[in-house]
């Protein structure tokens, strides 16, 4: 029961924030944190339950089936394991990190903070759902708050970034609804159960043409280089809390696709496909970072390093070894504390000096100690410092990629060192040099400092005590990895 | 609990100390400042040095873990390490942090607080990251604390926050050292996956099993991390433009301890690179070419700083000489004493010029001796030890030791033999450069004496210099090995050797004609300009990549990015184009108005005439007779 | 029965059948039509006394009976109207009555 | 026997309705038709889920009987609510007794009297009600169902006669040919006429043209009987006839050409219908196309006509009844701004409308669901392609009522008394509350088995032995 809640508390609170806003007196701002907090509580509850009886699998924590139309085959089926229980963890802690950054959003303050609950609710549907019609229907929800977000909060040419940001991913989300259509079409009797596929055995050929449906949709969101285009505009456009959002969830949710479904469903497909996986991951590491180098706006630079990011997660992901998947994993949710951060400094920076082109900014050390000192935690994650948990990500991940393949893991260690190009030329033009005419006068307040330490707690803990992590992960990586081994 | 559990506590104070003063919410005044950032740089020497005794005492070959995790298949189990080497590294490294700490206070004292403090608490998180590194017991700690030095050498050499110099120097320096460290961490990793663990006492046992060509690899890429760490041939343009920072931290970071630990990673690893002989036939060659590099490029320095980080790069290439030369013992020793007097000059030269005119060139140390001279005869007694001054100094007995095993390392070891002993007369040479530019007499320089917490390590560093002479074999013995001793004729050569660099300084110094060509030889002095080279190969063909895709150069910005969204746009509108004056709607306009009038007319057919109806019914069942007959007839 | 007679005898009822639905088509008054209507129900009487018969069961009798009910108050029903629909329209022609159309 | 206790009331009903008509109240004729039918429905409702019970044999008293009567009662009772006490006629809820009555027997017929009887019931009791008014429509709709009914019944009674006499038995079972038997003609021919009778009354094309004027020209409670009660008794008739294996090119040929027309022009005429009843008699002619077809295709999912039903006769009732209280014929133009003024009726006519179209969240569309999946399963692409056309169309018509409920007011005529047109005396409600419950319970079904479709289905799938 507490797995619905997740996802239905959010949903619901977000209808309620709408009309608590007229309330008034930030209203809406503490329901939506209360809302979110009883969220976790409910993910915890979800989490201590003990093992469900009838999950498939070893690996479930919790599982919450409810037929209620089975002539039609059609049920909602929720499933948590370690993995998707970390990935709900952050995304409701970046919930709550976006409502209390966004403090002083007075436009339409109701819908905005429905649309961050409406957001944490899609994508808590998708880390959970494992009925395919629901993965499909909360995959294309998650689009229209992002979309809402950045068309109405956003800066600059919102509405076409927008616009481009739904059609690109409501499109390549077209692939994902094929696939999920024609396998329940083929199915012996319509179903859209997940678990019910992965018995079922579907043909080899049948299996890459579905894996590459469902990537197109998972690459598109990753963001995977070719397909990346929409995410540097989104980021610049996006209010602080959407880039937030943005980098938080949204991207975890093509990697988690990426790492739930090819291995379940497809094992012979991602054989196939895999190959190419590991090259496109390679590629859009290397071509992220080199792009990362030159961009003059703070967030889009970001964007580009987390496009850097999750090319080597996808490389951990169609590694298909121990290790690799491992990194990704950590990679995945350490991603996640950095980029938000990042973007939340940014954000915060625009907020006082109401540009982010790097060519104004400089001489932050100066007059901002304690904002510099954030920024140094988070640039020393950005370039996977040990003691950062993306070190431990990525050096899992080439691990994995020198028991796959060395040319890949000598790929991954040059996107280590361009990382510091941009990570330094990012310091460079925002903490170093003389402080410039749009020189920053306040110091961070506590309602962005707290959300910072948290922040920097979670990557540094995680760095520095891998356990917690890794134990969460190791069950899903091992189920993952089960159906791959080669018999 | 083992004696070992105190390993923890070494670098401990100063990790404390960053933590309060980097991170820290609390305000401190700048005595506060001050002393947290000295307890933090004394307390790991206080600890160290009763495990040294202990080390020297009995046996101490001990490990202190700190926790275990698995990670799939394999077991992650970190731990620190007590060994002689460690023991011995250790115990240099916290004693000269203390020193190098205790005189930046007054070296300092100048600047305003928020700068202070960034400043102490990064030199105390290098020290910490040094210490773990040093006593680390396995490779994840290892890597930690190499890759944090490379973090602190940054931010420190770019203290200057407002110098674009200082800053380029600080990015220059990291992305080189962060490639040395890609190197490393490729060994690293591999080493993990041959032996399931990280603790170095599993990895080097693993990495001998392995088959020849994974081991030949994992040695060479470890020779790579530690040239580029150490700022070995290929690697050391970085060196000379880290002087931009502060002269504390070229003491510490550039000289003694971080440029080194690359020689300490090959000691450390000695009995895996000593089962790939090509790798040490190539380590000697480098560190000998280093050697022989540095030594030229320092003779032609104008800026006393510059010719000491090029010294460093040629001593530590003596050490990686002596270490491919299959004497890891010996290059530790000389590490000890180049860490204690090269420091030492730092120390010196950065007093004297800071009194002087604050420009750091060899020119502003004229009169040294009656202006500075503490710190003057400090910097005589280094510029001896570096130089090799026989019998007196104890950087004497390590080149001696080194040029001793290059000599006995047959035929080969001769050649070396013979560039080790040209760069050790060019190091007498560009030694007592300064040492003489500071005897020449300035009218009205008037005596002074910098503070107490100035001259105290000046004076401990010096001291140690001459102490060290006579340890240096026991050293050797301590990391359980012998002195090589050469014939007594090489012996004598190699002692001559300083001298005749000093002759050679005092020409260069003395005699207009030789300065001035000395002066001009600008292509030298820019240690023959491969700094340019890097310049050109690398980094301007990536400057114009990054420009090339992001669009700067005119082009598409972001090219593969766009090439789906552009062809997708021409698609669509190759589709719409042609349907632009729609003849589809038009179609479908037409088509909705047939049907209208198809209605119309359609509609008649319900006349209302029963008898129609009659007849509709008539049809009907004609019809389907029709069809039942038809069907059954045979 | 024979079953030749049988066949004839169905021949016959379909024959019925046939003149009454065509004379509803070519008859314009009302009356005519109710007319129509009765012979057209003739058909399946004779057509089910004949089954009957051929069979030797008597639902055929049965059935027939209840076709007559069905035909009485069918008359019943059509004159009724009859007299009705006079009063508003021309009942001798039965297509005046066409107000419902289209 | 307790299966005969719901036709004893009717029938008891009925005669009593009967009597009482010329002297007692209105509202007591009205009060006695209704309990007799309130308890028909009880009963059957009641014993919806019971074991089949041992009924005679001409009558069976199996899950399809129950739910005809229960869907006739149900209907009729509505039907009822609504039926405007024309001062003239008072026999209008004795007729409405009958017919349900006739229409229980159907359902519940297995032999050809009982099956003729009941139908013929149905008709005859429809013609009267549909002349109840006495005005020239009403009298020219009963006239033609007068006509097209006595040539249905004749047709239908050759059908009868024909399997009579080449089985030799009135029993349905006793049509079923014996394996290896060479194809009769007779059996065909009679399956032939039998076929011309049923499509008459479940006006499917050519024999549909009684059903737009019966429905432009009747009362409303009469074309809500026609076509819901006897639509879903026909229907049910039609299934049990559906296994008895009638020679099978002509049986399923033959209803698949019919549905197929009936869809297709049905839609298409309803397609510029500015009536609102006139577009549902189409409407409702499309509709029993679906179910022919659905009944062609070999009844892979037994609960698919059973629930058709379920969706189409509250979807017409509320259509129905909201069109009875706009006045004696509503156009379209009275329909506008119906929802701002009275929201109640808006909706519920909004939600029939949108259940007939077969849109989402409400029954039509499961039953859509269900009609596609046995088109699709059975593999006959005519009555595919038909219905794909004959939904397309139907969008287009449905909506159009839709939108016009909901579009704005011209601003200052809110206020007018609805209906804009000034409506006869005759038609004001008689009873506004019992109205009122119709509409929503007729929503409520829509609503909850389009939503939840799952408790109906196991119901429904249960009922078909």
């Given at each position: 029961m507490a797995l619905t809640a997740l996802i239905v508390l959010p949903l619901f609170g977000g209808i309620a924030a709408l009309l608590v806003a007229r309330l008034g007196r930030n209203a809406e701002r503490w329901f939506s944190i209360a809302v979110l907090a009883v969220a976790l509580i409910a993910l915890i509850v979800a989490w201590t339950g003990g093992p469900p009886p009838d999950a498939p699998g070893a690996q479930w924590l919790a599982l919450v089936r409810y037929q209620y139309a089975p002539a039609l085959g059609l049920q909602f089926l929720l499933a948590m394991d370690g993995l998707s229980g970390a990935l709900v963890a952050v995304s409701i802690v970046l919930g709550i990190i976006s409502v209390v950054i966004s403090w002083n959003i007075r436009k339409q303050s109701g819908l905005f903070h429905a649309c961050i609950l409406w957001t944490v609710a899609a994508s808590n549907g998708v880390f959970l759902a494992m009925d395919l019609l629901f993965f499909a229907f909360f995959w294309e929800l998650m689009l229209v708050p992002s979309f809402l977000l950045i068309s109405i909060w956003g800066h600059g040419d919102r509405e076409a970034v927008a616009l481009k940001f739904l059609v690109f991913n409501a499109v390549a989300g077209l692939g994902l609804l094929a696939a999920v259509f024609y396998m329940a079409a083929t199915a012996p009797e319509i179903t859209f159960d997940a678990f019910v596929f992965a018995e079922m055995g579907i043909p080899p050929l049948a299996q890459v043409w579905l894996l590459l449906g469902f990537s197109m949709a998972f690459l598109t969101k990753l963001p995977a280089p070719p397909f990346h285009a929409w995410l540097p505009d989104a980021h610049t456009m996006a209010p602080t809390a959407g880039s937030i959002l943005l980098a938080g969830l949204l991207l975890k949710t093509g990697a988690y696709g990426l790492f739930r479904f090819p291995g379940m469903l497809f094992p012979d497909g991602f054989h196939v496909l895999a190959p190419y996986g590991l090259a496109l991951g390679a590629f859009g590491t290397i071509y992220g970072a080199v792009l990362a180098c030159g961009q003059t706006d703070a967030k889009r630079l970001v964007a580009y390093t987390s496009i850097a990011h999750m090319s080597i997660v996808l490389m951990g992901l169609s590694g298909g070894v121990h290790f690799a998947m491992m990194g990704a994993g950590v990679e995945m949710i350490a991603h996640a504390f950095s980029a938000s951060a990042l973007f939340l400094l940014i954000g915060a920076l625009y907020d006082r000096v109401g540009t982010r082109d790097l060519r104004q900014l400089g001489g932050l050390q100066q007059t901002a100690p304690r904002f510099a000192a954030a920024f140094a935690v988070f640039f020393s994650a950005a370039l996977a410092m040990p003691g950062t948990a993306n070190f431990l990500g990525e050096a899992l991940v080439i691990t994995g990629m020198f028991q796959v393949n060395w040319f890949l893991a000598a790929i991954a260690l040059v996107s280590l060192v361009v990382s510091v190009v941009y990570a330094t030329g990012l310091l460079k033009r925002i903490i170093f040099g003389v402080p410039s005419k749009a020189c920053v006068t306040q110091d961070l307040t506590w309602s962005e400092l707290a959300p910072v330490i948290v922040l920097a707690t979670g990557t540094l803990l995680f760095g520095m005590l891998p356990q917690l992590l890794l134990v969460v992960l190791e069950p899903a990586v091992d189920a993952a990895l089960a159906p791959l081994v080669r018999p | 609990m083992s004696p070992f559990f105190a390993l923890l506590l070494v670098p401990m104070p100063a990790m404390g100390a960053f933590l309060l003063l980097g991170l820290g919410p609390a305000e401190f005044n700048r005595r506060a400042i001050q002393t947290i950032a000295l307890a933090g740089a004394t307390l790991p020497a206080v600890v160290m040095l009763p495990l040294g005794a202990y080390c020297l005492m009995g046996t101490c070959d001990g490990i202190q873990p700190i926790f275990d995790l698995e990670v799939g298949p394999a077991v992650v189990a970190l731990a620190l390490k007590l060994d002689p080497l460690s023991a011995l590294v250790g115990v240099t490294v916290t004693i000269i942090g203390a020193c190098v700490i205790g005189y930046s206070i007054d070296y300092m004292a100048k600047s305003e607080i928020a700068d202070l403090r960034r400043y102490f608490a990064l030199m105390n998180l290098f020290l910490a990251s040094m210490l773990c590194m040093v006593l680390a017991g396995d490779s994840i700690i290892f890597f930690l604390g190499w890759e944090l030095m490379g973090l602190c050498s940054f931010f420190l050499i770019a203290y200057h926050v407002t110098s674009a110099r200082a800053i380029a120097a600080g990015r220059k320096a990291f992305v080189i050292t962060r490639v040395a460290d890609a190197f490393l961490l490729a060994a690293l990793l591999l080493l993990f996956l041959e032996a399931g663990s990280v603790r170095l006492d599993d990895l080097i046992p693993a990495g001998i099993a392995t088959d020849d060509v994974r081991r030949g690899l994992i040695a060479a890429l470890l020779l790579a991390g530690a040239m580029g760490k150490s700022a070995q041939l290929p690697f050391h343009t970085w060196l000379p433009s880290a002087m931009a920072g502060p002269t504390p931290v070229s003491a510490l970071l550039h000289s003694a301890t971080m440029v080194a630990a690359g020689a300490y990673l090959l000691a450390r690893l000695a009995p895996l690179m000593e089962t790939v002989p090509l790798v040490m036939a190539v380590t000697a060659t480098v560190g000998a070419a280093t050697a022989l590099f540095g030594a030229t490029a320092a003779v032609f320095q104008l800026d006393v700083k510059r010719l000491l980080a090029y010294s460093s790069i040629s001593q530590i290439g003596f050490m990686l000489l002596a270490i491919g030369l299959g004497q890891p013992e010996v290059a530790i020793a000389h590490f000890v004493v180049h860490a204690i007097f090269?420091?030492?000059?730092?120390?010196?030269?950065?007093?004297?010029?800071?009194?002087?005119?604050?420009?750091?060139?060899?020119?502003?140390?004229?009169?040294?001796?009656?202006?500075?001279?503490?710190?003057?005869?400090?910097?005589?007694?280094?510029?001896?030890?570096?130089?090799?001054?026989?019998?007196?100094?104890?950087?004497?007995?390590?080149?001696?030791?080194?040029?001793?095993?290059?000599?006995?390392?047959?035929?080969?070891?001769?050649?070396?033999?013979?560039?080790?002993?040209?760069?050790?007369?060019?190091?007498?040479?560009?030694?007592?450069?300064?040492?003489?530019?500071?005897?020449?007499?300035?009218?009205?320089?008037?005596?002074?004496?910098?503070?107490?917490?100035?001259?105290?390590?000046?004076?401990?560093?010096?001291?140690?210099t001459f102490a060290i002479a006579p340890l240096v074999t026991p050293m050797v013995e301590f990391l359980d090995a012998t002195v090589p001793h050469p014939p007594l004729a090489v012996e004598l050569v190699g002692a001559v050797a300083p001298f005749v660099g000093l002759a050679l300084a005092f020409a260069m110094t003395f005699m207009p004609r030789i300065s001035r060509r000395v002066a001009q030889a600008r292509r030298m002095r820019s240690g023959i300009r491969i700094d340019g080279v890097y310049q050109i190969v690398f980094v301007q063909p990536f400057v114009a990549l990054v420009r090339w895709l992001t669009g700067q150069r005119g082009s598409i910005a972001d090219p593969v990015g766009t090439l789906p969204v552009m062809g997708a746009q021409w698609l669509v509108g190759a589709i719409v184009r042609p349907l632009a004056h729609d003849p589809l709607d038009r179609a479908w306009a037409g088509f909705a108005s047939a049907t209208v009038r198809a209605w119309g007319v359609a509609r008649h057919v319900q006349s209302g005439r029963v008898r129609d109806y009659a007849l509709a019914i008539a049809v009907g069942v004609a019809l389907l007779l029709l069809l039942g007959w038809g069907t059954t007839w045979r | 029965m024979t079953p030749l007679f049988l066949t004839a005898a169905l021949v016959l009822a379909t024959g019925l059948f046939a003149v009454g639905l065509f004379g509803l088509m070519i008859r314009r008054g009302i009356l005519f039509q109710i007319i129509a209507l009765e012979i057209m129900l003739t058909g399946p009487a004779l057509a089910f006394v004949a089954a009957g018969a051929h069979h030797g069961d008597p639902g055929g009798q049965g059935m027939f009976i209840f076709v007559l009910v069905l035909a009485a108050s069918e008359v019943a029903l059509g004159l009724a109207l009859y007299l009705r629909l006079g009063r508003h329209a021309d009942v001798s022609d039965s297509d005046t009555v066409n107000l419902l159309r289209r | 026997?307790?299966?005969?206790?719901?036709?004893?009331?009717?029938?008891?009903?009925?005669?009593?309705?009967?009597?009482?008509?010329?002297?007692?109240?209105?509202?007591?004729?009205?009060?006695?038709?209704?309990?007799?039918?309130?308890?028909?429905?009880?009963?059957?409702?009641?014993?919806?889920?019971?074991?089949?019970?041992?009924?005679?044999?001409?009558?069976?008293?199996?899950?399809?009987?129950?739910?005809?009567?229960?869907?006739?009662?149900?209907?009729?009772?509505?039907?009822?609510?609504?039926?405007?006490?024309?001062?003239?006629?008072?026999e209008g809820p004795a007729l409405m007794a009958l017919a349900t009555l006739g229409a229980a027997l159907l359902s519940g017929a297995t032999h050809a009297a009982p099956f003729f009887i009941g139908l013929e019931l149905v008709t005859l009791s429809l013609i009267a009600m549909f002349v109840l008014p006495l005005t020239r429509p009403a009298l020219e709709a009963g006239y033609k169902l007068l006509i097209m009914g006595g040539a249905g019944a004749a047709s239908l009674l050759m059908g009868l006669a024909f399997l009579y006499a080449a089985s030799g038995s009135l029993e349905f079972q006793g049509w079923t040919p014996v394996p290896g038997l060479r194809g009769d003609p007779l059996m065909a021919i009679g399956t032939a006429f039998l076929l011309g009778g049923l499509a008459f009354k479940f006006a499917l094309v050519p024999f549909h043209m009684w059903a737009p004027d019966g429905f432009e020209g009747a009362p409303a409670a009469a074309a809500a009987f026609a076509g819901a009660a006897s639509k879903a008794a026909v229907a049910i008739a039609l299934v049990r006839l559906a296994d008895v294996g009638l020679p099978e090119p002509v049986w399923s040929g033959a209803l698949m050409a019919l549905g197929a027309a009936s869809i297709l022009l049905g839609n298409f005429l309803a397609l510029r219908q500015s009536s609102l009843t006139r577009m549902l008699g189409y409407s409702s002619v499309a509709h029993s196309g679906y179910i022919a077809v659905i009944v062609a295709s070999g009844l892979a999912a037994p609960e698919a006509v059973p629930f058709y039903i379920l969706a189409y006769a509250p979807a017409l009732l509320a259509a129905l009844c909201v069109g009875a209280r706009l006045g004696p014929d509503p156009r379209i133009e009275d329909l506008r701004g119906l929802g701002w003024r009275s929201p109640l009726s808006g909706a519920a006519l909004t939600l029939g409308l949108i259940s007939l179209a077969g849109l989402p969240a409400v029954a039509g569309f499961i039953a859509k669901i269900y009609l596609f999946v046995a088109i699709l399963s059975a593999g006959d692409w005519v009555s595919v392609v038909a219905a794909v056309i004959g939904s397309a169309l139907g969008f287009y018509y449905y909506l159009r009522f839709v939108v016009i409920v909901w579009r704005r007011l011209p601003p200052g005529t809110e206020d007018t008394p609805y209906p804009v047109r000034e409506a006869p005396a005759a038609s004001a409600p008689a009873l506004p509350l019992a109205e009122v419950a119709v509409l929503v319970s007729a929503s409520a079904l829509l609503l909850a088995a389009g939503l939840y479709p799952a408790p109906f289905t196991e119901v429904l799938a249960a009922l078909v032995p």
């Open positions: - | 090269k420091s030492l000059l730092f120390l010196s030269a950065g007093d004297i010029t800071q009194i002087a005119r604050g420009t750091t060139d060899i020119a502003a140390m004229r009169g040294a001796l009656r202006a500075r001279p503490v710190a003057y005869l400090a910097f005589v007694a280094g510029a001896a030890s570096l130089a090799g001054i026989p019998f007196v100094t104890g950087g004497w007995f390590s080149k001696e030791a080194i040029l001793a095993s290059a000599w006995l390392a047959g035929p080969f070891g001769i050649v070396l033999w013979g560039v080790a002993l040209s760069a050790a007369v060019l190091t007498g040479a560009y030694a007592f450069r300064p040492v003489l530019v500071g005897l020449i007499p300035v009218k009205g320089a008037r005596m002074t004496f910098g503070g107490v917490f100035t001259n105290l390590p000046i004076l401990l560093l010096a001291a140690g | - | 026997m307790t299966g005969l206790v719901p036709l004893i009331a009717l029938g008891a009903g009925a005669v009593l309705a009967m009597l009482l008509a010329p002297k007692a109240p209105a509202w007591l004729v009205r009060g006695v038709a209704g309990a007799a039918m309130a308890l028909a429905a009880g009963v059957s409702a009641l014993r919806l889920g019971l074991p089949v019970g041992d009924g005679p044999a001409i009558l069976s008293d199996d899950g399809l009987a129950r739910f005809g009567t229960l869907v006739a009662s149900l209907t009729g009772l509505a039907a009822l609510v609504w039926l405007r006490p024309a001062p003239p006629a008072r």
